[in-house]
């Protein structure tokens, strides 16, 4: 069981948006401002996408964005394309260094 | 460009000690962080600890009474063991360069490619 809550599935189809959420609690998700988000295609290794809730890293495309209200970090892909088919998981600082994942979102684009 | 690959036993026996190393190029800045992380076939991601420029470590409370890491700044590699291992253990392992803090941002970049450790017998 993970500490970060993540529905199992989302789809979307091609140029449509969708949003994946990452409930935790007041002590991870909503105490601190470091939630990133991975994507993961089959047999890869995860990629960063999002840190510190919505900054993007170089190279990563602005249909990537993160939000957070409260104790839940969502991740918005809009303009969807077929490359976007992937997991994606999201990870929250708890405090005393640790970091929690969540456990994982799969994304179907129809 | 900062890349990472782990090397070691793809077999460990049950109740034995796993070992991997992880070879760090093209970063030599004490900035960032070296941290385990693995993932269960089917699974999610799992955060196993990190350590410093300095050899400081911090672990997972989960698996903090098993696990070691440690450093050797001569050859850019950084090592995890993992002891009396179970199948629960298997996994892919991955090795990370880790940001912390509010300055440089948190976030695991760039991943090795990860090596997969089957415990059985």
């Known amino acids: 069981q993970s500490a970060l809550t993540q529905p199992p599935s989302v789809s979307g189809s091609p140029g449509q948006s969708v949003t994946v959420s990452c409930t935790g609690t007041?002590?991870?998700?909503?105490?601190?401002?470091?939630v990133s988000w991975y994507q993961q295609r089959p047999g890869k290794a995860p990629k960063l996408m999002i840190y510190?809730?919505?900054k993007r890293p170089s190279g990563v495309p602005d249909r990537f964005s993160g939000s957070k209200s409260g104790n839940t970090a969502s991740l918005t892909i809009s303009g969807l394309q077929p490359e976007d088919e992937a997991d994606y998981y999201c990870?929250?600082?708890?405090?005393?260094?640790?970091?929690?994942f969540g456990g994982g979102t799969k994304l179907t684009v129809l | 460009q900062v890349q990472l690959q782990e090397s070691g036993p793809g077999l460990v026996k049950p109740s034995e000690t796993l070992s991997l190393t992880c070879t760090v190029s093209?970063?030599?800045?004490?900035?960032?962080?070296w941290s385990w992380i693995r993932q269960s076939a089917g699974e999610g991601l799992e955060w196993i600890g990190r350590i410093s420029h300095s050899g400081t470590t911090e672990y997972n409370p989960s698996l903090k009474s098993r696990v070691t890491m440690t450093l050797d700044t001569s050859k850019n590699q950084f090592s995890l063991k993992l002891t009396s291992v179970t199948a629960t253990d298997t996994a892919v392992y991955y090795c990370v360069r880790e940001s912390i803090g509010p300055w440089l941002g948190n976030w695991f970049d760039p991943w090795g490619q990860g090596i997969l450790v089957t415990v059985s017998s």
């Open positions: 093209g970063d030599s800045s004490s900035s960032y962080y």
């Open positions: 990870c929250s600082y708890t405090g005393s260094y640790i970091r929690v």
């Open positions: 510190d809730v919505s």
């Open positions: 007041y002590s991870s998700v909503g105490a601190y401002n470091y």
